[in-house]
């Protein structure tokens, strides 16, 4: 299994991006699912999940701005960001709960003005 990210890019401050995730490579189906976010220089961290029945949790951080989804007929997972600042800043991946499945490229977010 291959799990692309995209969606990534340059965004000012107060700006908006959506980023879509990908499983390629077998016919593994995205269950519970989370988006992973590691800034320069800092470790990796959890930013958002979505369980198998569909329910969220974010990280305190990003609560209220972004919105992950699940498109379970395109086997596609999603994280609407919205009010990006700069501390969201970070090259974003898409992974289970668990980190299980090999860790893809991610896409970077850059907020800035």
């Known amino acids: 299994v291959q799990l692309q990210a995209s969606g990534g890019g340059l965004v000012q401050p107060g700006g908006s991006l959506r980023l879509s995730c990908a499983a390629s490579g077998s016919r593994y189906r995205m269950r519970a699912m989370a988006w992973y976010r590691q800034a320069p220089g800092k470790q990796r961290e959890l930013v958002a999940l979505i369980d198998d029945p569909g329910s969220t949790e974010y990280t305190p951080s990003v609560k209220g701005r972004f919105s992950i989804s699940r498109d379970n007929a395109k086997n596609t997972l999603y994280l609407q960001m919205n009010s990006l600042q700069p501390d969201d800043t970070a090259v974003y991946f898409c992974?289970?709960?668990?980190?299980?499945?090999?860790w893809g490229q991610g896409t970077l977010v850059t907020v800035s003005s």
């Open positions: 992974n289970t709960l668990t980190g299980a499945l090999p």
